[in-house]
């Protein structure tokens, strides 16, 4: 009916055309239809072979061997019989092409290797590598397996491959890592297949489970105070946690009505195509690598999930380097009810007898019931199976992966991921001049509009940063740094890099000689927390006043903000009895006071206290103030002699102002140390400087020009070998005519004048240097000749030069000491060690036989 309908829509124009067609009319319409030229549409990205050099490939890419023809025929019988027995099934995935147009079997793809990087033995590594190594191309027909399987090298080569590629090399690199891993052909859910992630959460947003330790309470002491009665009426409580109940009920109503909102408005639209969409994923079975059970990866993302996860809706068939195997089992259900027992072989239909799988037995019973005609039935099956045979090896290279690749890791060294609420950007070391690595940005709505926070991963970094996380709705910013910062910084966390703003600054405890752990910072305050002091002081708080002159804020060396009050907290010193070890110490400087309290014994509920009135040591006239009674009041648990004597208290109050001197210097240097770390950091962020290691011949140019160095001095130590291997007899050989054969007469001269000329040698260097010798000696004696006559008219100026040439003279008279002996014991060894070459020159050796 519609292709009736279609002509009565037709324009009136051409109807009537039609009827009256001419052949000349034909020709025109022909040239005019043949010059339209209709745009043909362009089928999803990937990869034609046009665009795949085949020259350098090796031959076991071209051509199958004997063994891969038998088994492609083996296969093809296999999946003849496969056809008629399961007609409603789709075609099994068993020998696609490889990138020469040759049909290789799936399970000869996969390439078992262990990769030289440690980073990649782990099962997550290696998932993350190649997710982060290889771009994504979606299958051409997203409801039929692809018609191409290339190898690994080549996938690596041009790092891009759809899911059925991602799978194969990670499934390659798992089984050589040991892991029992299968590459699995099915169906599976829209985002899954097109590696959408837009309603995934980030991994790296998910926080850990704090696991909260329970208190253990203290046992209750026998004399223990009794708390008060309690007074306040229990139907007021009662009414008052009722309307607690229903304010927090009504609020988890609507927290719940908000929440169904968001996921509806989240909830993707209806796939059309759910449950056809072919996918190609990871299996690793329980049981190697003490893996304690099977789960699914999904080698696009290199996430793990449950073999019920909900992403996964069929499976058609698996394989690995040494079998295939077709799934028999029913898949309404997804993968949920799926049993992965591979040596079921009524779940699990397999096409090599080669495989290391138990098989599943019948029972004795069953045994029974079988009949005669079935022994020989199976006796011939059985005679068949015998002339089965082993998978063949792999057609494909050894995969190898360099290490400048593996560290470049994404193509063009940078990669973006898209999650819900989130955006991960991932980039090679040494790219970004700031040694950025992985930055995520987490947004405030689906659409990724409104920045909340923004964390940034470093490495490299002379600085030892490591992590920035900067909070966009509060301005917070917080650094973090590995241990080794030139100021032991852990921990930096500030809204303005102005000095006198809020920041907390944590330490490294052990890098520094004060014990500071951390310090806090406000415009009016600083708090300091310190560990492991020799003085067991543990906290310290300062408050400042307003300056009295307006100068500019990193003026604090010059102008530093006045102190109005210090605090100090100490621990316990189980040295001192409580009532003499200070637990807390309060400078008041603007009221000229000092505020003590002591630790508590453990079997006293109250401690000792005292407050000093600190006044200056003369009055207005200059008068000499002496220690009164009412300057010291204090509080004692249990009061002693000793402490009610005015020289005790005179003697504590001068020692508490050389302690308050003492705190309010450390205060000044804690300002100043802030002022500096604040410059430090300017300067670091401004540098971005990066570390290169000594073996990186790369990009560490002072390796490179030490290595070069190396070489220059080795070439140079062998020109200098070279220069001595010359020829010693070639100057007296000279003195003969050319061509002249040596007579026995001539070698033995030229033996002896060569031997009395390196004696002579020998004798003038032993000469030169008793020469050098003796004339050192002699200006020396000269010099102090000169001294002892002109000693009295000397400046100090000229000591000091005639002590400088005595000790310059000694020294090379010295050495022209040692020279000498040294040379007058080597110079016989020498003599001899010529004698024996030359009785052994291949020129001389049968002419001098006689006299050896």
């Known amino acids: ?123 997550d590594t290696c998932a993350q590598f190649v997710s982060d190594f290889l771009t994504m191309m979606p299958l051409p027909d997203p409801l039929k397996p692809p018609t191409h399987l290339y190898s690994s090298t080549t996938v690596l080569k041009y790092q891009k491959g759809n899911c059925f590629d991602f799978s194969t090399l990670l499934c390659s690199m798992l089984i050589g890592s040991g892991y029992d891993a299968y590459c699995i052909n099915g169906y599976a859910s829209q985002d899954l297949c097109l590696m959408d992630l837009t309603r995934e959460v980030c991994p790296l947003t998910v926080k850990a489970k704090e696991v909260v330790h329970a208190e253990e309470k203290a046992p209750p002491k026998k004399y223990a105070i009794k708390p008060p009665r309690d007074m306040t009426s229990r139907f007021e409580q009662d009414q008052e946690m009722k309307r607690q109940e229903e304010i927090k009920t009504a609020e988890e109503k609507q927290l719940r009505e908000e929440e169904e909102r968001l996921m509806e408005a989240e909830k993707a639209a209806p796939d059309p195509l759910h449950g056809l969409r072919v996918h190609c994923w990871v299996l690793v079975l329980s049981g190697k690598r003490e893996v304690p059970e099977s789960f699914f990866i999904d080698a696009f993302t290199a996430r793990s999930y449950s073999t019920q996860d909900s992403h996964f809706l069929g499976i058609e068939s698996l394989w690995n380097h040494k079998n295939y195997w077709v799934n028999m089992q029913d898949c309404w259900n997804g993968c949920k009810d799926l049993v992965f027992d591979l040596g079921d072989p009524v779940r699990w239909e397999y096409l090599l007898l080669g495989t290391d ?155 520094r000689v004060d014990g500071l752990i951390k310090r806090e910072e406000t415009p009016k305050t600083m708090t300091e927390h310190f560990q492991g002091r020799p003085d067991f002081l543990s906290y310290r708080h300062i408050n400042f006043g307003p300056r009295v002159k307006k100068l500019p ?36 400087i603007a009221d000229e006071r000092i505020q003590l309290c002591y630790h508590c014994r453990n079997d006293h509920i109250t401690a000792s206290k005292r407050e000093f009135l600190r006044r200056t040591e003369v009055d207005s006239k200059g008068n000499k103030i002496i220690m009164t009674p009412d300057m010291c009041v204090s509080f004692e648990v249990e009061p002693m002699e000793h402490t009610k004597k005015l020289l005790y208290q005179y003697e504590a109050m001068i020692k508490l102002k050389s302690e308050e001197k003492l ?28 570390t290169i290691s000594i073996y990186d011949t790369k990009r560490n140019e002072k390796s490179k020009e030490y290595r070069e160095a190396m070489e220059r001095v080795m070439h140079e130590e062998h020109l200098r070998q070279m220069e001595t291997q010359l020829d010693y007899l070639a100057p007296f050989l000279a003195q003969l005519p050319p061509g002249e054969k040596l007579t026995r007469w001539q070698a033995v001269r030229l033996k002896d004048e060569c031997l009395s000329d390196f004696k002579q040698r020998l004798i003038d260097k032993a000469n030169l240097i008793q020469a050098r010798f003796e004339k050192e000696t002699q200006e020396l004696q000269k010099k102090q000749q000169w001294y002892q006559e002109n000693q009295v008219t000397l400046t100090p100026e000229d000591e000091d030069l005639y002590l400088s040439y005595c000790s310059q003279a000694m020294f090379r008279i010295r050495i022209l000491e040692q020279r000498l002996n040294r040379h007058k014991e080597l110079a016989p060894l020498k003599y001899l060690a010529l004698e024996e070459k030359l009785y052994k020159d291949p020129r001389l050796v049968e002419l001098l036989k006689v006299f050896a």
């Open 663 to 690: 705190s309010r210097h450390q205060a000044w240097e804690s300002e100043l140390e802030v002022l500096e770390i604040l410059k430090l950091r300017e300067e670091e962020e401004e540098g971005h400087v990066l």
């Open 1 to 123: 009916t519609e292709r009736l309908s279609r002509p009565e829509k037709m324009p009136k124009l051409l109807r009537k055309e039609a009827t009256t067609l001419t052949p000349e009319l034909l020709r025109d319409m022909e040239q005019k239809l043949s010059e339209i030229k209709v745009p043909i549409p362009g089928d999803p990205p990937h990869r034609t072979d046009d665009t795949i050099d085949i020259a350098n490939l090796p031959p076991s890419y071209k051509v199958n061997t004997p063994r891969e023809e038998q088994l492609l025929q083996v296969a093809d019988n296999f999946s003849r019989q496969y056809s008629h027995l399961c007609p409603d099934r789709v075609p099994l995935l068993l020998y696609p092409l490889n990138e020469c147009e040759v049909p290789k079997f799936v399970s000869t793809t996969i390439r078992p290797t262990l990769m030289p990087f440690p980073e990649l033995y782990n099962w």
């Open 553 to 588: 804020l990193n003026s604090a060396e010059s102008n530093p903000r006045p102190i109005v009050k210090i605090t100090e907290r100490f621990c316990r010193n189980p040295a001192k009895p409580a009532d003499e070890d200070v637990a807390e110490r309060v400078f008041l």
């Open 357 to 511: 799988k138990p098989h599943l037995f019948t029972t004795d019973d069953e045994d029974d019931g079988i009949n005669d005609d079935d022994d020989d039935v199976e006796n011939l099956g059985k005679e068949d199976e015998e002339k089965s045979f082993d998978m063949p090896h792999s057609w494909v290279e050894q995969i190898e992966i360099s290490p400048d690749a593996f560290e470049t890791r994404c193509p063009n060294g940078k990669k973006i991921i898209l999650y819900k609420r989130a955006k991960l950007e991932k980039w090679a070391p040494y790219l970004n001049n700031n040694g950025l690595v992985c930055r995520l940005t987490t947004y405030e709505d689906l659409e990724c509009t409104n920045i909340l926070e923004i964390k940034e991963w470093y490495q490299n970094r002379e600085d030892m940063l490591e992590l920035r996380h900067m909070n966009k709705t509060t301005g917070l910013n917080t650094d973090y740094f590995k241990p080794g910062h030139p100021q032991a910084l852990r921990v930096h966390s500030y809204k303005s890099m102005l000095p006198e703003n809020d920041r907390v600054m944590e330490f490294y405890q052990s890098a």
